[in-house]
């Protein structure tokens, strides 16, 4: 995995008073308050302050798709594959020059004209509607087949570096990223192994120990293999080491929402075990359009698919799609309980989107229950306008603040998008009158709510208050109480709040001194 905490980092303290006391906000932080009132509506200098602006978490955030599509056909040159100029489409096989519309994807790249094509076809890039492809929603999922075949399993440990570069040039402090390493093993156990009815039971008890043991060996080996590429890419470990080696990381286990039943039941199984076994997992998520046929067909079946295995396991975090519809994508009866299910049947501690709420039938009565449960929704603001057409005051962003359920910006597919997440940050500003504290309490709140192992630096999150341990208003800036450096040592969650934390004094010291921002 990838840590960013050391020993020398989680007890720096320097400039950490306010960390310790929120209560009792900085000059500095005061100050930093002011500007980004006066430059919130200055694109230019919102974009430079909100690159530098400290992010705690990206949650909701596919490795596929978060990689642009540049690096996917530099890839699929590399190894040899055929570009398809007709669909404008990457195929696995490879093939010689000149076969008519199937090119080897290296003359790709030798023609600009070609490439530009190619890139927006495999991405959201200069997307219209049109006669082919009618809808954002349809160019968005349409991609997904187009570029994967340059994807490759050799390629992974480039993915991961490019997740962790883009985190860190964004001052991200942890990615949460959606994988489904040696899927295709589950995929066939559930084509094997019939599901009658809903007795899930039965056939969780007819899966092969050993066919499970085979997929627990294979899917940590190919993350093992993964991480070891990404860590020579970056050289890690070394003194030559990348930025994106500091960025800390974890896993959600994706399963699939649009295959058979007894299909989706194993990789649920399997995404179940596999938390269970290794650490980097720290969740498991289901994805996919929701709108799909079977999607929605099943919805109601795959909820009672992981209340049965939280069941076995409730410490298995779970992080759902559930709500990423819009009015007119599906009937009206469509948007009445995904939400709702997601949260009281299958037991979901995260939203992913969450953008039919004020369609759900009882909404208030599911807010509630959303707040009073911590139910954190994943806001992916540029995905819901491209893929939903939901945006500005539609979202129902400021309708989870108002209920008082905890939010945090993510990407989702940040490659496919052509964003980041100061990008989501920026477009937050610029949409929504939040102050500059909120967006402190907005990037907490990322990380707040993150599956990191350990226990919370903040015994309250309405507003920030931190641990009795590290709440000693008195302590002196040279170093930590010892109460609190053995809190922190023993969870890590807090440790990525503390340096969180450590990176909001710094910013706000560093800006106030930034001549750019003195004169505006």
């Known amino acids: ?61 596919h490795l596929v798709g978060a990689i642009y599509a540049e690096n996917t056909l530099r890839w699929a040159a590399q190894d040899g594959l055929c570009v398809d100029l007709d669909h404008k489409a990457i195929k696995s096989e ?35 509607p049109s006669a082919d492809v009618a809808s954002g929603h349809d160019q968005f999922f349409g991609t997904f087949p187009r570029f994967a075949p340059g994807m490759g399993i050799t390629h992974e440990g ?120 290794d650490s980097r997992f ?16 099943d919805y109601d079946l795959h909820m009672r698919m992981f209340q049965f295995m939280s069941g076995l396991d409730p410490q298995v975090n779970l992080s759902l ?20 299910q997601a949260v009281r049947i299958a037991g979901a501690r995260r939203i992913g989107h969450g953008v039919d709420m004020a369609y759900e039938q009882d909404a208030s009565a599911t807010l509630a229950e959303m707040a009073r449960r911590h139910v954190m929704v994943e806001i992916n603001q540029t995905s819901n306008d491209q893929i939903l057409g939901v945006r500005g005051n539609a979202h129902p962003f400021q309708l989870y603040r108002a209920a008082g359920v905890p939010v945090a910006f993510s990407t989702d597919d940040e490659g496919v998008e052509r964003i980041n997440l100061t990008h989501e940050y920026v477009r ?37 208050r931190p641990v009795a341990a590290c709440a000693h208003a008195g302590m002196r800036p040279e170093r930590v109480p010892a109460a609190c450096a053995t809190f922190l040592q023993q969870n890590e969650k807090a440790q990525a709040q503390w340096i969180l934390e450590e990176k909001f004094a710094a910013f706000e ?12």
């Not at 720290?282 to 067909?297: C, K």
């Not at 799609?321 to 709702?340: C, D, K, R, T, Y």
């Open 428 to 464: 937050a500003a610029e949409t929504w009158p939040l102050t500059y504290h909120e967006f402190k309490d907005l990037s907490r709140t990322g990380l707040e709510y993150s599956f990191l192992p350990g226990s919370s630096l903040w015994a309250r999150t309405a507003p920030f």
């Open 1 to 61: 995995m990838v840590k960013l905490a050391t020993a020398s980092s989680i007890l720096a303290v320097s400039s950490l008073l306010v960390a310790c006391n929120p209560a009792a906000a900085s000059s500095s932080e005061e100050t930093t308050a002011q500007l980004f009132a006066r430059l919130r509506h200055d694109h230019s200098m919102l974009e430079v302050f909100m690159h530098d602006f400290p992010k705690g978490a990206d949650l909701h955030n």
């Open 158 to 277: 480039a993915m991961l570096a490019e997740a962790v570069t883009r985190a860190a040039d964004d001052h991200t402090t942890y990615l949460e990223l959606m994988i489904s390493p040696d899927i295709g093993a589950l995929i066939q156990r559930g084509q094997k192994n019939p599901l009658r009815g809903e007795d899930f039971a039965a056939t969780q008890a007819s899966y092969s120990p050993a066919e499970t043991q085979q997929f627990l060996t294979q899917a940590r080996q190919e993350t093992d293999r993964m991480e070891a590429d990404m860590h020579t890419l970056l050289h890690c470990g070394t003194p030559q080491a990348a930025p994106g080696c500091g960025v800390r990381v974890r896993y959600l286990y994706a399963t699939l929402r649009t295959l058979s039943p007894s299909v989706v039941f194993s990789q649920i199984s399997g995404a179940y075990a596999l938390v269970r076994a």
């Open 282 to 297: 720290v969740g498991v998520n289901i994805v996919a359009p929701e709108d799909n046929l079977v999607a929605m067909r």
């Open 94 to 128: 490879h093939c010689a020059q000149g076969r008519g519309q199937m090119v080897n994807a290296a003359t790709v790249e030798a023609d600009s004209r070609t490439e530009d094509s190619m890139v927006n076809s495999l991405s959201m890039r200069n997307f219209h």
């Open 509 to 520: 010291n560093s800006t106030n001194k930034n001549d750019l921002f003195r004169k505006k």
């Open 321 to 340: 799609h559930a709500g990423e519809l819009a009015e007119g994508l599906v009937p009206p009866e469509g948007l009445w309980n995904h939400i709702a």
